[in-house]
């Protein structure tokens, strides 16, 4: 990654970020750019948000009336180091050699430029940086500087500014909205070799304060809006010198004393030195790839960009219980840091398999706002039940084009789900007890409020939007009304699964939510008579009532730079048409994997030639379908532009942020697609396949306290650390510590 | 009309307002008012705007991103009087008598108040308003002071004002949103007698000028942004003194040089006298009356109202080509003075019948932004055609919630029909030529475009949204497919008219409009293809394709304070269940009057049961419908809610302005509704009604030059001047002077 055109250093802004799932990053440079060149600078805190009111020329009842969004905090990278008077940057001088990489075993990313001053000195520069997993609050910028024929002193000036520039692209809905201020600046200070900024959100009624301490001793001095640190350090030619900032992020969501905890924490990591926090994030990531990480033994390429996509899904979730994981994790401000259906039905799986502990607790922060949704719910005209907002930080509604928002009621869905296939993976019935019954049934009683039955007795799902945002506003949506269904039936077995561990408990959950029988009667009765859309002559699903009587899409007639459409077409006209962003009955069977394989296959190639892609969490679907349907060769095309997404900015917008579901899509690409890997009610189901341009694959899952590992080459071979049950292209099997088969 | 209190003070404002179609002042006291009275003061220009930017949160393609609004224009209301010191006004001294009327046959509205001020004198104030239809620029205020037992000196002080105060409540989508400063002055003057305001638009690039003179030489005195004009009377006891303000409007959209017309017209009025203008509006207004004056013989209640209704139809209707009809005519700023489907469906039907020349240049106005209709086509989606826009001024579409505004293409066919209709009933062949056909054409051609045929062969219509707002992007909405197999129709036969009549001109215009033959073979096939949704279980037509899957609306349980249903419940909510804002199967029914009475009949009862009339387009079709299906007392109810719907208040927004369309609306409801009235291929039809609360009424038609009236008592009565072919009961007269049969 050498380049230095704008574009390219956008993209690595984003690709080369550093987050530890608390506190992002973006890879802005130091000692900042020439100009002319655009840089979207951004660091930001997992959940930490300012409201903005929302405005509409037209506004109905129902409107949210404001949004939270992710706040663009304190800026804690500038570091400014004059060489004989030039000030080190890329744009002047001669830079000899230029080298940037992410460092996902080792858990930072480096930087190192081999660079000629103006006057001619020669040096090194090689900077490191660190979002500690370790240590939440604390990120490390780590510059080493060696001289190759340079003696004299180096004068570094470290900022931490409170103005954050950033440009927005005002036409794309999926850019982030941050141009407003959504802070004030309460104070700045400096003491024991530490300074700080203190600042108190706008609207929201929160603070931050960012604190930088250092291994060198520094004078301070501060700005109206910024403080310096400034040393001045010694070096010779053939030597190095050593320059590391602490840096330390407290929030008021987070913490108590958000003064007191950033200096004690950046006074702290200056004490214990960085080799601690590099050798403790090794230690953090050695057990996290222990689990997660995936071989491919014969494409490195193939195994780096995998990994790397779920290098960045650990760096991006919440590790409490204030937050989730937003679109864009916390690599750039696109779509304001909401959380979306993503989380659960894209991300969580990763967690569920490698890590329970991540995903128990990211299911929790569903519990943990769920009171908004029982606004959410009243606001829009439900007697009862909770209803999940579309996307939000702190839990209420922050949609506001309700046609690809609020409407897609499908994410009441997501969240039980993700919760029922935690369930039965992890068979964790404390989880269900604590949070995740409520959750499911609170969610569950929205179908009732929602549905109705036709003249023919069938229960039918109105008015609604599903994934594919590219029709909007139909009756029956296969995805939503096959996913309500699963809900309904799990929302009644659960219970009897808690009323089987412990009836008392389960009485008294019953009276704190006041289920009665005949409400869970309804819910099964309305499961069994759920309308699932089918065409008999084409063998598919409908993806909703209307969909097969809609016109075709001129897709002959439509240049390469009319995509994505819903830059370039009215929604309407969109909608009117057969055409798909992402197709969202297919999405349904690899979920489910509860329909005949030939109208599995039927589906696909029908939706397959009406579906754009237009979303990034579509072609990870495609490639999972593929794989199950056998077309392992289209499996793998759809698979390999999953991987590459963000690192060859297919969608031309990873500069706004990662694409944090469709990370979580190459996982699932890899392990619900080629290995076919399905959670049921009897326990794991696997169907591999395997890419002719692959000879081997493996994996490992935590399955209930077991690492198991799966290889698939020729066979499949399963390895566990004493017994399970495996059920393997649908015949069941008693694996003691091995088990070889063939592969279909 | 003597209630003081705040809020008859403010639908006073309304319904005593006057206006000419070109210019319009609401009726707010010219003295003021009192602290802590609010009070929304106007004066309006028809067609005249500003532009301002709408904000979308989540922007998509081909989201309008302005919109026009109507300017609230310099106030010159203004006039206060001093009595010995004390001014006059309502709510200090001692109002003895006030009365407030509106004059619908000389055309002024006179308030007169018998005062005692404070200091004990006592007078009698008349203020008499005009707004001249001889003059459109010109509005007179006529003021004359009785003394009964002051001797003394009266000092007036009489205002141009650049700021206007108003209110608007943020929450009702349907008041107007002129919060924002859309004027910024640029010059006062005064010379001979006269002072004016001339003001720029703030983005639009007009311009607006507003000059006083008066029956007195007076003293000019200018503010930073308000000129006042001074005189001193002296008054006997027992005599009257007479002060009148002419005040003249005038635009750059209309008038070359603003400020020369303005001054020119107010010192020509003046010299002409008041008592000249009453005369022409006199005259004028004779004319009008003539052809338009509806007669109840029992009831003159109700036809006051009845006339009061035609009288504003009259005064708000636009009366050059810049400017057509807003929704709230020039006695508000409800809706933003925006045109929409309204006033070709409701407005112009009354205008088609009485004064032709009117309709005629409404219907012009269409053609006058054609081609804004057929840019915003090509916005849509759309490779040719001309989509009319939901809500504009200048053409451009202003609506930026696009559910219950763009994706109602009926509006397309609204302004066919109007001109088909008004072509069938002139026989103005010149019309179609001019403009006519044109329009016409372009706006079929999107019928092709946005239509295509499902599996069974059968044309649809997706994704649109109907008259009723209650449900929204639909499939095969039946009014809009019915109205569009309509419109369909007479493009191609209208064109077959127009070739016969001259083929040479007709070829041109072909060229002009590159019309093939296989795209008038399309069309043709569309409409005879056209699905029309239909249930043979319930003898209905469906309201679209989905219509009877849907929830009932819980209406027993939904208290009164939560209508009208749209401020109280998300749009989603009322979209998925069957309830309607206005019935519009039955309006197409109305409209086209092409179904079996039987369809008509169980339509009508399905329908109205389910109907909340929360839009005040809907009683009059109500009562048209059961006029039709001979349920008379019905019919009758209906009819009484929409002549009485401003002047009592009915929907609790008068304040923002009348209802013009409901105006239209009670028109109708007598005219097609009790007399049958329809315009079809082989001219009129009757099929009269008569309730049983009157005896008789009368109303006149302008057939084709031809005065005709017709007499409704137990028989039906027709006078024409010469000849006329009428259709009565479906069966076929010919009218020599006249004809009387009974009543059926």
Same mark, same amino acid.
């Given at each position: 990654? %050498?380049?230095?055109?704008?574009?390219?250093?956008?993209?690595?802004?984003?690709?080369?970020?550093?987050?530890?799932?608390?506190?992002?990053?973006?890879?802005?440079?130091?000692?900042?750019?020439?100009?002319?060149?655009?840089?979207?600078?951004?660091?930001?805190?997992?959940?930490?948000?300012?409201?903005?009111?929302?405005?509409?020329?037209?506004?109905?009842?129902?409107?949210?009336?404001?949004?939270?969004?992710?706040?663009?905090?304190?800026?804690?990278?500038?570091?400014?180091?004059?060489?004989?008077?030039?000030?080190?940057?890329?744009?002047?001088?001669?830079?000899?050699?230029?080298?940037?990489?992410?460092?996902?075993?080792?858990?930072?990313?480096?930087?190192?430029?081999?660079?000629?001053?103006?006057?001619?000195?020669?040096?090194?520069?090689?900077?490191?940086?660190?979002?500690?997993?370790?240590?939440?609050?604390?990120?490390?910028?780590?510059?080493?500087?060696?001289?190759?024929?340079?003696?004299?002193?180096?004068?570094?000036? !470290?900022?931490?500014?409170?103005?954050?520039?950033?440009?927005?692209?005002?036409?794309?809905?999926?850019?982030?909205?941050?141009?407003? @201020?959504?802070?004030?600046?309460?104070?700045?200070?400096?003491?024991?070799?530490?300074?700080?900024?203190?600042?108190?959100?706008?609207?929201? #009624?929160?603070?931050?304060?960012?604190?930088?301490?250092?291994?060198?001793?520094?004078?301070? %001095?501060?700005?109206?809006?910024?403080?310096?640190?400034?040393?001045?350090?010694?070096?010779?030619?053939?030597?190095?010198?050593?320059?590391?900032?602490?840096?330390?992020?407290?929030?008021?969501?987070?913490?108590?004393?958000?003064?007191?905890?950033?200096?004690?924490? @950046?006074?702290?990591?200056?004490?214990?030195?960085?080799?601690?926090?590099?050798?403790?994030? %090794?230690?953090?990531?050695?057990?996290?790839?222990?689990?997660?990480?995936?071989?491919? #033994?014969?494409?490195? +390429?193939?195994?780096?960009?995998?990994?790397?996509?779920?290098?960045?899904?650990?760096?991006?979730?919440?590790?409490?219980?204030?937050?989730?994981?937003? =679109?864009?994790?916390? !690599?750039?401000?696109?779509?304001?840091?909401?959380?979306?259906?993503?989380?659960?039905?894209?991300?969580?799986?990763?967690?569920?398999?490698?890590?329970?502990?991540?995903?128990?607790? *990211?299911?929790?922060?569903?519990?943990?706002?769920?009171?908004?949704?029982?606004?959410?719910?009243?606001?829009?005209?439900?007697?009862?039940?909770?209803?999940?907002?579309?996307?939000?930080?702190?839990?209420?509604?922050? !949609?506001?084009?309700?046609? @690809?928002?609020? /409407?897609?009621?499908?994410? +009441?869905?997501?969240?039980?789900?993700?919760?029922?296939?935690?369930?039965?993976?992890? %068979?964790?019935?404390?989880?269900?007890?604590?949070?995740?019954?409520?959750?499911?049934?609170?969610?569950?009683?929205?179908?009732?409020?929602?549905?109705?039955?036709? *003249?023919?007795?069938?229960?039918?799902?109105?008015?609604?939007?599903?994934?594919?945002?590219?029709?909007?506003?139909?009756? +029956?949506?296969?995805?939503?009304?096959?996913? /309500?269904?699963?809900?309904?039936?799990?929302?009644?077995?659960?219970?009897?699964?808690?009323?089987?561990?412990?009836?008392?408990?389960?009485?008294?959950?019953?009276?704190? *939510?006041?289920?009665?029988?005949?409400?869970?009667?309804?819910?099964?009765?309305?499961?069994?008579?759920?309308?699932?859309?089918?065409?008999?002559?084409? #063998?598919?699903?409908?993806?909703?009532?209307?969909?097969?009587?809609?016109?075709?899409?001129?897709?002959?007639?439509?240049?390469?730079?009319?995509?994505?459409?819903?830059?370039?077409?009215?929604?309407?006209?969109?909608?009117?048409?057969?055409?798909?962003?992402? =197709?969202?009955?297919?999405?349904?069977?690899?979920?489910?994997?509860?329909?005949?394989?030939?109208?599995?296959?039927?589906?696909?190639?029908?939706?397959?030639?009406?579906?754009?892609?237009?979303?990034?969490?579509?072609?990870?679907?495609?490639?999972?379908?593929?794989?199950?349907?056998? !077309?392992?060769?289209?499996?793998?095309?759809?698979?390999?532009?999953?991987?590459?997404?963000?690192?060859?900015?297919?969608?031309?917008?990873?500069?706004?942020?990662?694409?944090?579901?469709?990370?979580?899509?190459?996982?699932?690409?890899?392990?619900?697609?080629? @290995?076919?890997?399905?959670?049921?009610?009897?326990?794991?189901?696997?169907?591999?396949?395997?890419? #002719?341009?692959?000879?081997?694959?493996?994996?490992?899952?935590?399955?209930?306290?077991?690492?198991?590992?799966?290889?698939?080459?020729?066979?499949?071979?399963?390895?566990?650390?004493?017994?399970?049950?495996?059920?393997?292209?649908?015949?069941?099997?008693?694996?003691?510590?091995?088990?070889?088969?063939?592969?279909?």
């Amino acid at each position: 990654m %050498k380049k230095l055109d704008n574009y390219s250093l956008l993209n690595q802004e984003t690709l080369l970020s550093t987050s530890n799932g608390y506190v992002g990053m973006r890879a802005n440079f130091e000692e900042g750019y020439k100009n002319g060149y655009t840089s979207i600078t951004g660091t930001y805190i997992n959940g930490f948000y300012d409201t903005s009111e929302i405005y509409y020329d037209e506004i109905c009842y129902g409107f949210p009336r404001s949004a939270q969004k992710m706040v663009n905090v304190h800026n804690a990278q500038g570091i400014y180091i004059y060489i004989d008077g030039d000030i080190f940057n890329v744009f002047d001088g001669n830079v000899i050699e230029i080298n940037r990489e992410l460092d996902i075993k080792n858990g930072y990313a480096i930087r190192k430029i081999r660079w000629q001053s103006p006057k001619g000195h020669d040096l090194e520069f090689t900077f490191k940086r660190m979002a500690s997993f370790a240590k939440l609050e604390l990120l490390t910028i780590d510059v080493k500087i060696k001289s190759i024929n340079y003696t004299g002193d180096i004068q570094i000036i !470290s900022k931490i500014d409170f103005t954050v520039d950033s440009f927005l692209n005002v036409d794309d809905p999926r850019a982030g909205n941050d141009s407003e @201020a959504m802070l004030q600046l309460r104070s700045v200070k400096s003491r024991d070799n530490t300074h700080m900024l203190i600042s108190d959100t706008i609207n929201s #009624n929160l603070c931050v304060a960012t604190c930088c301490s250092y291994n060198v001793p520094m004078d301070f %001095k501060h700005g109206e809006t910024s403080t310096n640190a400034k040393c001045i350090l010694h070096i010779n030619a053939d030597e190095s010198v050593h320059f590391i900032k602490y840096i330390t992020y407290t929030d008021s969501i987070h913490h108590k004393n958000i003064e007191n905890t950033a200096i004690q924490i @950046a006074k702290q990591s200056a004490l214990e030195g960085i080799n601690f926090y590099y050798d403790e994030q %090794k230690k953090y990531l050695d057990k996290f790839w222990q689990y997660a990480y995936i071989e491919v #033994n014969d494409d490195k +390429n193939v195994e780096y960009a995998l990994n790397y996509n779920l290098y960045q899904l650990l760096s991006s979730a919440g590790k409490d219980k204030y937050s989730s994981i937003g =679109a864009k994790g916390l !690599s750039g401000g696109g779509y304001d840091g909401h959380y979306f259906w993503d989380t659960e039905i894209y991300m969580i799986p990763f967690f569920t398999l490698t890590m329970p502990e991540v995903a128990r607790n *990211l299911l929790k922060f569903r519990y943990q706002v769920l009171n908004a949704a029982k606004d959410r719910s009243k606001e829009m005209g439900h007697k009862t039940g909770a209803k999940i907002p579309w996307r939000t930080i702190s839990g209420s509604e922050c !949609s506001s084009y309700y046609a @690809a928002g609020s /409407a897609q009621y499908h994410i +009441n869905a997501d969240i039980a789900y993700a919760i029922i296939q935690y369930y039965l993976f992890t %068979k964790d019935i404390d989880m269900l007890k604590e949070f995740g019954y409520e959750v499911i049934y609170e969610t569950a009683r929205i179908w009732l409020e929602v549905g109705n039955y036709n *003249l023919k007795g069938q229960y039918c799902i109105n008015t609604v939007t599903g994934p594919d945002e590219y029709t909007a506003i139909v009756n +029956n949506n296969y995805y939503t009304n096959s996913l /309500a269904k699963y809900h309904l039936e799990w929302a009644v077995k659960l219970g009897d699964v808690l009323k089987d561990d412990d009836r008392k408990a389960f009485n008294s959950l019953c009276q704190k *939510l006041v289920i009665v029988k005949d409400e869970i009667n309804e819910m099964q009765k309305a499961a069994q008579n759920m309308l699932l859309p089918f065409d008999d002559k084409l #063998n598919i699903h409908m993806q909703d009532d209307s969909f097969l009587n809609k016109k075709e899409w001129d897709f002959e007639n439509t240049p390469k730079d009319k995509y994505p459409l819903l830059l370039h077409y009215h929604p309407l006209h969109i909608y009117r048409h057969k055409v798909l962003k992402q =197709a969202d009955t297919i999405l349904s069977y690899v979920l489910l994997d509860n329909v005949r394989e030939d109208v599995m296959k039927d589906s696909y190639y029908y939706y397959k030639q009406r579906t754009t892609h237009d979303s990034s969490l579509s072609p990870c679907v495609h490639s999972m379908m593929a794989s199950r349907i056998r !077309s392992t060769h289209e499996a793998y095309d759809y698979f390999m532009s999953t991987i590459r997404l963000d690192l060859d900015d297919i969608n031309r917008n990873t500069k706004d942020g990662l694409h944090i579901a469709n990370a979580g899509g190459a996982y699932m690409a890899m392990v619900y697609g080629f @290995a076919g890997l399905r959670i049921k009610e009897d326990g794991i189901y696997l169907r591999p396949v395997k890419p #002719n341009e692959w000879n081997s694959y493996s994996f490992k899952i935590n399955y209930q306290g077991q690492l198991v590992k799966i290889t698939v080459d020729k066979a499949i071979t399963i390895h566990c650390e004493k017994q399970i049950e495996i059920t393997i292209y649908d015949k069941r099997y008693v694996v003691k510590k091995k088990l070889h088969i063939n592969l279909v």
